[in-house]
């Protein structure tokens, strides 16, 4: 990752919302090695919306969409909400997410680390400039 990406992650909080084990640990990881605090990860819908509302900040969020059978969209629309930049990562076709969407990153698994982490340091860079 170039110097300049990484130095957008810095100090940053990152809420994970992955229900696959090793992803999640691998993502975790990398961001952590970025210099990121990672909230979570958290593998179920219930428990990524627990985390937001503990009320620790979070800078952006990294969600797969399909979390054993439920969709994150609603934890998606209350990141929206309250002006949290986030990406998708996930197995699903892009005619699967809801036009609502259709402006959120989409990392398409299988996709590594470096990539999502990439993705996710544009999207945090994007979202200031605007």
Not at 11 to 24: C, G, K, P, Q
Not at 53 to 77: Q, T
């Amino acid at each position: 990752m170039s110097a300049e990406l990484a130095a957008d992650l810095i100090d940053v909080r990152v809420l994970v919302v992955e229900d696959e084990y090793l992803i999640a640990i691998e993502l975790a990881s990398a961001l952590e090695d970025e210099g990121v605090e990672v909230i979570g990860p958290a593998s179920t819908l219930a428990q990524g919306q627990e985390l937001c509302r503990a009320g620790k900040r979070i800078d952006g969020a990294i969600l797969d969409i399909n979390l054993r059978g439920e969709n994150v969209y609603p934890l998606a629309d209350a990141l929206r909400d309250e002006a949290v930049p986030f990406l998708f990562s996930t197995g699903c076709s892009t005619h699967e997410i809801p036009d609502r969407f259709i402006d959120i990153p989409l990392c398409a698994k299988p996709m590594g680390s470096s990539e999502i982490l990439r993705a996710f340091a544009r999207k945090l860079r994007s979202t200031v400039k605007s």
